[in-house]
């Protein structure tokens, strides 16, 4: 599949799912947004979620190689399916990041086997600054880990890019919501309005 036709690929799937809204929604980073894209709900969708799944998995391969990591690492929970599916077609040792301490057990931040030294790919659902990430990737290096390179099916660009950079990550995507606002508006899926919404948005 080319470029485009990935996108387009997962905009039917976002129509199809009815993963997009319009109006006030308090994102992870803390700001309010005019838009919420909700990847959460494809799981309940086998057949797209088997086709996110395949998009995403050529994706690491094509742009990392299997060799260029040696685990993956979520950070609960909406990434985490996406994350655990590619481990597993991977063969690649799984863990996560949790955003907070975990006050009983073990009381751990990184929950799985992190071997000192290991590079560890953090993959989530989508990004928007940035935040959660690198406060993922900074559990992981203070438990030894590398991590060098995020993946996200969508960067909603909003800054992540380049706080990631700044802190010696590359940040990967599948989609760029400027490229996937104006195929939405081609399928209408959204109107020029929203189109509008989602653009202004971009940083």
């Known amino acids: 599949m080319t470029e485009k036709s990935v996108v387009e ?3 039917k799937i976002l129509k199809r799912t009815n993963a997009i809204e319009f109006g ?12 919420y894209i909700d990847l959460r709900v494809i799981p309940s969708f086998p057949d797209a979620f088997q086709k996110v799944s395949d998009i995403i998995t050529e994706a690491v391969i094509r742009e990392l190689g299997i060799s260029g990591f040696d685990r993956i690492a979520s950070i609960p929970v909406a990434g985490t399916a996406f994350a655990v599916l590619l481990a597993f077609r991977l063969k690649k040792p799984f863990l996560y990041a949790r955003q907070s301490i975990r006050l009983r057990g073990r009381e751990r931040r990184v929950e ?6 290991d590079k560890v790919l953090l993959v989530d659902d989508l990004v928007t600054t940035g935040r959660t990430l690198l ?22 660009e909003e800054g992540a890019s380049k706080r990631l950079e700044k ?30 919404i989602i653009l202004k948005q971009i940083k």
């Open 112 to 117: 799985g086997v992190l071997i000192s030294g």
């Open 167 to 196: 802190n010696g990550i590359k940040l990967h995507c599948v989609l760029k919501i400027g490229e996937t606002a104006r195929i939405l508006y081609e399928l209408s899926v959204i109107d020029e309005e929203g189109l509008d």
């Open 24 to 35: 006030a929604f308090k994102l992870s980073s803390g700001r309010i947004s005019p838009y």
């Open 135 to 156: 406060k993922a990737a900074l559990a992981i290096r203070a438990e030894g880990g590398v991590v060098t390179d995020a993946f996200v099916l969508l960067d909603r």
């Open 9 to 11: 690929e997962i905009c």
